[in-house]
Structure formats: C-alpha cells, structure tokens
C-alpha cells in the first residue's frame, strides 16, 4: 500500500505560484511513476503531470507544458509540482496518485488540495 498526502494548495492571483507537495508513505517507490490530475467543478479529471520515480522521466498535459513543473525528492519520499503564470482556469482540486510499472493505470490516490486562482 502507498499513502499519499498533498498539500500546498491555497488562494492566489492570476500570474502568480503555488507549489504543491504529495507525501509518500507506506513502501518504495522503486518502479512507480507518480502523477497529479486535477478536477474542477462540473468538469473531468484532467491530467496534468506525470515522473517515473527511478529516472524522473516528467511528462505534462498540453495545459500546463512550459509553466508547471513536476519533480521529486528520493529522500523525503515526496512529489512536488511548482506551477507559475497561474490562470483563473488552473483553479481545481489538485491530486496526487501513483502506479506500478508499465500498466499506466493509478492505484492509489491523495485526499487532494484545492488551488483557486482569481483573476
């Protein structure tokens, strides 16, 4: 089992940054690629980064290509996703998940963080 525990959400204006941290816990992450989605009101989960654990391989949803940032912290066992030039439509709950191998699929989920920007 993985815990996973995000934090870092809050109100800020357009333009500006968040940095968003997703806590592990529970096993290794040896082998797993940790993303984060977000879901605003009235709208699907919408992908927004993905990193492989052992290479921090990063991939990102053409939404958030060239303002957010995924990373991750082997030692504390934590994710991060800094996100600059912030727009009133990256107001979303954020979550953080995490999948084993080459299945693609999510197993585990966080509780999420709400992001709202204002215009």
């Known amino acids: 089992q993985v815990q996973l525990v995000e934090s870092g959400g809050g109100l800020v204006q357009a333009g500006g940054s968040l940095r968003l941290s997703c806590a592990a816990s529970?096993?290794?992450?040896?082998?797993?690629?940790v993303g984060w989605f977000r879901q605003a009101p009235g709208k699907e989960r919408e992908f927004v980064a993905r990193?492989?654990?052992?290479?921090?391989?990063?991939y990102y949803g053409d939404s958030v290509k060239g303002r957010f940032t995924i990373s991750r912290d082997k030692a504390k066992n934590t994710i991060y996703l800094e996100m600059n030039s912030l727009k009133p439509e990256d107001t979303a709950v954020y979550y953080c998940?995490?999948?084993?191998?080459?299945?693609?699929?999510?197993?585990?989920w966080g509780q999420g963080t709400q992001v709202t920007v204002s215009s």
């Open positions: 990193i492989t654990w052992t290479a921090g391989s990063a």
């Open positions: 998940a995490a999948g084993f191998g080459l299945s693609g699929d999510y197993d585990y």
């Open positions: 529970g096993r290794s992450l040896l082998n797993y690629y």
